[in-house]
């Protein structure tokens, strides 16, 4: 089932976040399919623990990319 699933992209991988603190500093981690709620957090490549409560490196972060439709259009036509 996982397979028909990930055929169709439905089974979409969980994805790292990390909740900053106004400074900059990393407060928490989560992993999930969808960004958490809030503008405090931010998607990073990887979780490393010794990040806590430290100023999250601007290299961890994944640069946001605007929202993409999963409407293909067909090309040709």
Do not use: Y
């Amino acid at each position: 089932m996982n397979r028909f699933l990930s055929l169709l992209g439905l089974n979409r991988p969980n994805r790292c976040f990390a909740r900053l603190d106004p400074t900059g500093r990393c407060q928490a981690f989560k992993q999930c399919k969808q960004p958490p709620v809030g503008d405090s957090w931010v998607e990073i490549e990887e979780i490393r623990l010794n990040w806590l409560h430290q100023v999250l490196p601007a290299s961890a972060r994944i640069a946001s990319s605007a929202p993409r439709s999963a409407v293909q259009p067909l090309l040709g036509l």
